[in-house]
């Protein structure tokens, strides 16, 4: 994770100090009106907005110790998404407050600053409506538990509507907590939420949850274009109505380490890849698809199914063939907590 840390004023690089003692363990950059003075930076020692725009893209969390004011008019030419922008935080030089400007819910701001506030004897200043309000954020626990939210316009308008109705939850996976306040068990409606790696809607307009469980199992021909992958992999995601963004890795074998096409895929799709010996797919337990040609040639019966269940439970998807590659799918077990 990485944070950078502003500080405009002698009493605000004190401040400044102190905040960067939270990011303990973080790539920190630390830009103090010290640094400022010394590199040249316009009147008063203040770089122009242009300068923010690089570390906007780089950082996780950005801290301001100054007043919101300065805060807002740097960060204004870059916000974009809150899909994509960083966590902004405001902390005023004598460190009394901490106010999340930016991404409290998505990017973890909220959380943060609270946590900013706590370490520097702050008072934290929340003010998105589902929080203060005590009612379940929905982008917030997606991005705290990593799953992917389907439609940002969904999540807007469940936010706004659980504030004055209960918003139906289905889910695909056990619950193993009681439901978050604002919400209630329910799988049809106007809006509702649902936790799955399907393409499944069961609301007239669902928010989908995807959560990354899912493990792509891949073999391949020799010198395979990333093209044919992508192809073979969409193909198997629309006929099992599997969401791409379900997909945590793409397991397959060490023989396949340095396919280019393969590795390329992965690359275009923010894939981690995991590579097995033979020995150890052979060693795995399971009914799975054999093939004499693919054990004369890795020394394994079958490639894809193993390699995607040495990590998972379940297997969703046996092999399926198409053009060169062989595909897999499956599923880790996982249970919805929502404390």
Same mark, same amino acid.
């Given at each position: 994770?990485?944070? /950078?840390?502003?500080?405009?004023?002698? %009493?605000?690089?004190? &401040?400044?100090?102190? #905040?960067?003692?939270?990011?303990?363990?973080?790539?920190?950059? =630390?830009?103090?009106?010290?640094?400022?003075?010394?590199?040249?930076?316009?009147?008063?020692?203040?770089?122009? %907005? $242009?300068?923010?725009?690089?570390?906007?893209?780089w950082a996780d969390t950005m801290v301001?110790?100054?007043? *919101?004011?300065? /805060?807002?008019?740097?960060?204004?030419?870059?916000?974009?998404?809150?899909?994509?922008?960083?966590?902004?935080? +405001?902390?005023?030089?004598? +460190?009394?407050?901490?106010?999340?400007?930016?991404?409290?819910?998505?990017?973890?701001?909220?959380?943060? /600053?609270?946590?900013?506030?706590? $370490?520097?004897?702050?008072?934290?200043?929340?003010?998105?409506? &589902?929080?203060?309000?005590?009612?379940?954020?929905?982008?917030?626990?997606?991005?705290? !538990?990593?799953?992917?939210?389907?439609?940002?316009?969904?999540?807007?308008? #469940?936010?706004?509507?659980?504030?004055?109705?209960?918003?139906?939850?289905?889910?695909?996976?056990?619950?193993?907590?009681?439901?978050?306040?604002?919400?209630?068990?329910?799988?049809?409606?106007?809006?509702?939420? *649902?936790?799955?790696?399907?393409?499944?809607?069961?609301?007239?307009?669902?928010?989908?949850?995807?959560?990354?469980?899912?493990?792509?199992?891949?073999?391949? @021909?020799?010198?395979?274009?990333?093209?044919?992958?992508?192809?073979?992999?969409? !193909?198997?995601?629309?006929?099992?109505?599997?969401?791409?963004? =379900?997909?945590?890795?793409?397991?397959?074998?060490?023989?396949?380490? !340095?396919?280019?096409?393969?590795?390329?895929? *992965?690359? @275009?799709r923010g894939l981690p890849a995991r590579?097995?010996?033979?020995?150890?797919?052979? +060693?795995?337990?399971?009914?799975?698809?054999?093939?004499? @040609? #693919?054990? !004369?040639?890795?020394?394994?019966?079958?490639?894809?199914?193993?390699? /995607?269940?040495?990590?998972?439970?379940?297997?969703?998807?046996?092999?399926?063939?198409?053009?060169?590659?062989?595909?897999?799918?499956?599923?880790? $077990?996982?249970?919805?907590?929502?404390?």
């Amino acid at each position: 994770m990485k944070a /950078a840390v502003f500080a405009y004023s002698r %009493q605000g690089c004190k &401040t400044a100090r102190r #905040v960067m003692t939270y990011f303990a363990g973080w790539e920190v950059r =630390a830009f103090t009106m010290e640094r400022f003075e010394e590199e040249g930076f316009g009147p008063l020692g203040r770089p122009s %907005q $242009h300068f923010y725009g690089p570390l906007f893209q780089w950082a996780d969390t950005m801290v301001f110790v100054g007043s *919101c004011g300065i /805060a807002v008019r740097e960060i204004a030419p870059h916000v974009k998404s809150k899909l994509t922008d960083p966590a902004v935080i +405001a902390v005023d030089e004598l +460190a009394t407050f901490a106010i999340p400007l930016l991404s409290g819910h998505i990017g973890g701001g909220n959380e943060l /600053a609270a946590g900013l506030a706590a $370490h520097l004897g702050a008072t934290p200043v929340i003010t998105t409506a &589902t929080d203060i309000n005590r009612k379940f954020s929905v982008d917030a626990w997606a991005a705290g !538990q990593g799953l992917y939210l389907d439609s940002l316009d969904a999540a807007k308008r #469940v936010s706004a509507r659980i504030l004055e109705e209960p918003v139906p939850l289905a889910s695909d996976y056990p619950l193993a907590s009681p439901l978050p306040g604002g919400t209630v068990k329910g799988d049809f409606g106007e809006l509702g939420i *649902c936790i799955s790696c399907r393409t499944r809607k069961p609301f007239d307009e669902t928010l989908l949850l995807v959560p990354p469980l899912l493990h792509l199992g891949v073999g391949c @021909r020799r010198g395979i274009s990333a093209e044919a992958i992508e192809a073979a992999f969409s !193909q198997v995601c629309g006929e099992n109505g599997i969401h791409p963004k =379900a997909f945590k890795e793409l397991d397959s074998i060490d023989l396949k380490a !340095q396919e280019e096409g393969l590795l390329e895929f *992965c690359e @275009r799709r923010g894939l981690p890849a995991r590579f097995y010996s033979a020995r150890e797919l052979k +060693a795995l337990a399971g009914d799975f698809t054999p093939s004499d @040609r #693919v054990l !004369q040639v890795t020394g394994v019966d079958n490639v894809c199914e193993r390699a /995607a269940m040495m990590s998972a439970e379940n297997l969703l998807v046996k092999k399926t063939a198409a053009n060169g590659v062989t595909i897999a799918v499956a599923e880790e $077990h996982w249970e919805v907590r929502f404390e």
